[in-house]
T-cell receptor
């Protein structure tokens, strides 16, 4: 079965630090990849997505992610985090051959200290 | 364009009662997905529906759970004879097509006493 692994369960950073959250998936076929963010008390919002083309994807709020097919990875990065980035981050994968159904990682809670 | 709407936002039920969760997709979206999030876990896929059809229900428990998306009205996730283990956040998402980005609603938090 397809799985998505987010290696860091909880990350604590100071403001202005750089961020990288890991995401690996197990499926070997063609996939669509997503990062979602869930701010405290709010619903999931799409940060960025990769369907095809340039493997370096720019998202909202200064986030980016790089798809490395050989490593089955889609890590999320931000050069300088802010206190307002405190939230839970979810990586998700949809297989092109199983359209619709997304598999989510267990999430990474990011706490940014002011 | 209103986002995905879910109601109620919070639902409390006693063991053995029925829970009905509603989801209104974004305008123009005919694909609806239900996910469940247990505490300290990620979202787990439950079911994928198009208007009047269940496309994929591989994540639905075999008993007590059902879902529908009628021609008119919202999608309904129904849980019969709820148990404490059903306590979770239930999220609905919608998309215009099956290869498109899914947009999530605010979720319904079900508490079973």
């Amino acid at each position: 079965a397809q799985s998505v692994s987010q290696h860091n369960h909880h990350v604590i950073l100071s403001e202005a630090a750089s961020l990288e959250l890991g995401c690996n998936y197990s499926y070997g076929g063609t996939v669509n990849l997503f990062w979602y963010v869930q701010y405290p008390g709010q619903h999931l919002q799409l940060l960025l997505k990769y369907f095809s083309g340039d493997p370096l994807v720019k998202g909202i709020k200064g986030f980016e992610a790089e798809f490395i097919k050989s490593k089955f990875s889609f890590n999320l990065r931000k050069p300088s985090v802010q206190w307002s980035d405190t939230a839970e981050y979810f990586c998700a994968v949809t297989r092109n051959t199983n359209a619709g159904k997304s598999t989510f990682g267990d999430g990474t809670t990011l706490t940014v200290k002011p | 364009n209103a986002g995905v709407m879910q109601n109620p936002r919070h639902l409390v039920r006693r063991r053995g009662q029925e829970a009905r969760l509603r989801c209104s997709p974004m305008k123009g979206h005919s694909h609806v997905y239900w996910y469940r999030q247990l505490p300290e876990e990620g979202l787990k896929f439950m079911v994928y529906l198009q208007k009047e059809n269940i496309i994929d229900e591989s994540g639905m428990p075999k008993e007590r759970f059902s879902a529908e998306f009628p021609k008119e009205g919202p999608s309904i996730l129904r849980i019969q004879q709820v148990v404490r283990g059903d306590s979770a956040a239930y999220f609905c998402a919608s998309s215009p097509g099956n290869q498109d980005t899914q947009y999530f609603g605010p979720g319904t938090r079900l508490t079973v006493l």
